[in-house]
């Protein structure tokens, strides 16, 4: 195993776009940021140096960080962020895990712009365990805002209500010609006449779930949130805002130009965003005045496909690579998912939203949760969060008012769960105010997703039918609007570990919680002594 280093500085450039020049807050002045390279069993030393006007903090989304939540990144929940002039050395290992993830600023909507991939390479000698690529490219999707986000959040804290859609939908940084003043800043991949590739996708939106397709090719999915899946053969993709898919792509057709394009789903009554981004793949020798064609997505409502296009995705569960899956499980949480209101004196309206897990909008601390949690400070958090919601209603029948009531407490609520025990957890989304779906993450593990469905969970009918043989294993997993999602995990990484779903918007309104995991007895079972550099609050 080797040491890789990395230097991060963050700074502020002028980036230009959608012809909208604007500051936005990068690493090492790249857009999107630089790759890290690893391989599986590498130390991994990440120097994060900040030289800009605003409080920074990287996660290392999806990379399970043992033992070590220092270097995960949240802010306020592992660390306290890395303030101007100050540096922070991430240190952790790559270990078990191989595939894409990717990093992103986890302090308000900053990973808007601080965001780039991991491509964790296995282990010298062990082979994918699919035909070897050619070559590999990263397809990095993201959001554009012509103002400046930050902005954009606060005029829409200050109304009480969700912040401006983005302008545009980039595919490497780059909205790709259907934009204005985009010619230019549009991907292109060249690829040869029979040669496959592998295309790391990464979803780095902050609050769109994204279609991605390209036109006269299929794609072959084998791996997602870097775990091995069994392969199939789709046109489209759909990926939520943390995950990533990664796909084999044949350079079989006429050669030619052809688009790839990603645009969202969505499938609530929301204004339908049918911004589409494009990128070029471009078989070599082909001039650049052949125009390409788009793909043909799904519509942007398309439920059907995305229930369809989720059940595919199974673990690959080889004998090399077996899904670890709890089949016994000791603890089991049920959280449902809503949005409320709340009185805001300084908001336009008096009002402004939240959203909550078991009617329990998370409250950020001023200190970071996992200090607290090592070093024993009292006050700073309390570990009632409640396994199920305080009454059970029809969850998904007509829409509900917000009387249900939303906490909004002074402390952040955890729920407390004991070392190596194995835990279910089931997230129902609610049409308190308004069904809706959501990406969910957990920090510092992968989780088994058991099952799936619309409508209220049924605690006796549907673990029945739950996929206890090779469900997919992943860290980032969507609720479907109405619906439910079962998860299984063992608690065998002590720390505490953020859970959030991955739309900033609604992680920016409450839509998080964290759990303590306790330490084991061994004498490995431990957290790891913090590092000295750790940034103090
Ligand atoms: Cu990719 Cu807590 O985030």
Request: proline share 9%; hydrophobic share 35%.
């Amino acid at each position: 195993a080797a040491i890789k280093k990395y230097q991060f500085d963050i700074q502020v450039r002028n980036v230009s776009r959608l012809c909208h020049a604007k500051p936005i807050v990068t690493v090492n002045g790249r857009f999107p940021g630089p790759t890290i390279y690893v391989r599986e069993g590498d130390r991994v030393l990440v120097n994060v140096t900040n030289y800009a006007q605003y409080n920074m903090s990287i996660h290392w989304h999806g990379l399970k960080q043992y033992r070590n939540g220092w270097a995960d990144g949240p802010a306020y929940i592992t660390q306290c962020p890395i303030q101007k002039g100050s540096s922070y050395n991430y240190d952790f290992n790559v270990t078990g895990q191989r595939g894409t993830l990717w990093w992103h600023a986890h302090i308000f909507w900053l990973r808007a712009t601080v965001y780039g991939a991991i491509v964790i390479m296995p282990k010298q000698g062990t082979p994918y365990p699919f035909p070897r690529p050619n070559m590999e490219f990263n397809i990095v999707l993201g959001e554009w805002w012509n103002t400046d986000v930050e902005e954009v959040v606060r005029q829409g804290t200050k109304m009480g209500l969700p912040p401006n859609m983005s302008d545009a939908h980039t595919i490497n940084g780059k909205p790709g010609p259907l934009f204005p003043c985009s010619e230019k800043y549009t991907f292109a991949m060249e690829v040869e006449p029979g040669k496959t590739y592998l295309l790391r996708i990464v979803n780095a939106a902050l609050n769109d779930e994204l279609f991605f397709g390209i036109s006269g090719h299929t794609m072959t999915v084998v791996e997602v949130d870097a775990v091995y899946t069994k392969p199939f053969t789709t046109q489209t993709i759909l990926i939520a805002p943390g995950q990533t898919t990664n796909v084999l792509v044949k350079a079989n057709q006429v050669p030619g130009r052809y688009f790839m394009a990603t645009r969202p789903f969505i499938d609530v009554p929301l204004p339908i965003d049918n911004k589409t981004a494009t990128a070029i793949l471009q078989y070599k020798g082909i001039p650049n005045t052949v125009l390409p064609s788009l793909p043909q997505l799904p519509a942007p409502n398309d439920t059907e496909f995305a229930l369809s296009y989720n059940r595919k995705l199974r673990s690959l569960n080889s004998p090399q690579f077996p899904a670890n899956l709890p089949l016994k499980v000791d603890r089991k949480l049920f959280y449902t998912i809503g949005f409320g209101k709340d009185s805001c004196p300084t908001c336009a309206n008096g009002t402004r939203l939240l959203a909550s897990l078991n009617n329990i909008s998370f409250v950020m601390p001023q200190t970071a949760l996992l200090q607290a949690h090592y070093f024993n400070l009292t006050g700073v958090f309390r570990t009632d969060f409640p396994d199920k919601p305080p009454t059970p209603f029809n969850y998904t029948g007509a829409p509900l008012t917000a009387s249900l009531g939303t906490v909004h407490g002074t402390k952040p609520s955890l729920s407390k769960i004991a070392f190596n025990s194995t835990v279910e957890l089931v997230l129902q989304d609610t049409n308190l105010l308004t069904v809706e779906s959501h990406p969910f993450h957990l920090h510092g593990y992968n989780f088994f997703v058991v099952g799936t469905g619309i409508g209220n969970f049924d605690p006796v009918k549907d673990p029945a039918k739950y996929n206890l043989v090779d469900p997919i294993e992943r860290n980032t997993v969507g609720v479907p609007t109405g619906g439910w999602t079962a998860i299984r995990f063992r608690a065998d990484n002590p720390g505490v570990w953020f859970m959030h779903c991955h739309l900033e918007l609604h992680t920016g309104w409450g839509l998080k919680t964290a759990f303590v995991v306790e330490d084991g007895p061994g004498p490995d079972q431990s957290i790891l002594p913090p590092p000295k550099d750790l940034p103090a609050c």
